[in-house]
């Protein structure tokens, strides 16, 4: 989606006829077809794979930015170098939704529950421990920058890392549509791939 936000030059409504653009799929095989293998997951590929195998083996990956603040120590203790966070020219949040159902099956106490759940996750205490695992404030009453207790965030300038006060540009995520053809695409060429042991 990034990529695809990025070769246009677009930060919204992105179509499908974008992603059937062969000056895309170009850039997209440009981009896929220089990954040896694919990982089944972010945190572990960056666990299992890349901090062990390091420089040698890898240039550049894409994932979450709070991956690289907590794994930073590891990487010193295994690479004897720290990893380096580049933002790219457009960025995504992964921001993960909490919902309460509206079902006919949902009683009202559960969606009561499921609402005093929620406003605890988003409390300024529990938002300033999730700093320590490097995820972003929803609680604009927080900030990367406080003096919580283990956050990583304050800890990077000993790697020479200095973490974007607020990520932007933001791509805005496109619709299902748009993701279903982009997924369709990828399976075309790259589905049954090679998979490592991250």
Same mark, same amino acid.
């Given at each position: ?68 603040? #907590?794994? @930073? ?7 004897? %170098? ?5 933002? +790219?020219? =457009?960025? /995504? ?51 990367? #920058?406080? @003096? ?7 800890? %990077? ?5 200095? +973490?974007? =006060?607020? /990520? ?31």
């Amino acid at each position: 989606m990034r990529r695809n936000s990025a070769i246009f030059k677009e930060q919204r409504e992105l179509t499908v006829q974008q992603i059937d653009n062969p000056q895309f799929l170009s850039y997209f095989s440009d981009i896929e077809g220089a990954v040896s293998a694919f990982g089944r997951t972010s945190g572990t590929f960056l666990t299992n794979v890349v901090i062990p195998l390091g420089p040698p083996e890898f240039d550049i990956i894409a994932t979450y930015e709070n991956l690289i603040l #907590t794994n @930073n120590k590891t990487a010193m203790a295994v690479q004897h %170098q720290p990893l380096q966070l580049f933002y +790219p020219s =457009l960025n /995504i949040v992964s921001d993960h939704p909490f919902a309460i159902l509206q079902g006919n099956w949902v009683t009202h106490e559960q969606q009561m529950a499921a609402r005093i759940f929620r406003d605890f996750l988003l409390a300024a205490p529990q938002q300033r421990l999730a700093l320590a695992t490097g995820f972003r404030p929803a609680n604009v009453n927080v900030h990367i #920058t406080d @003096n919580a207790p283990g956050n990583v965030f304050l800890q %990077q300038s000993s790697y020479n890392i200095t +973490p974007k =006060l607020a /990520i932007e540009p933001l791509a805005q995520v496109p619709t299902s549509t748009v993701i279903n053809e982009l997924i369709k695409q990828w399976k075309i060429k790259y589905d049954g791939s090679p998979t490592t042991l991250g």
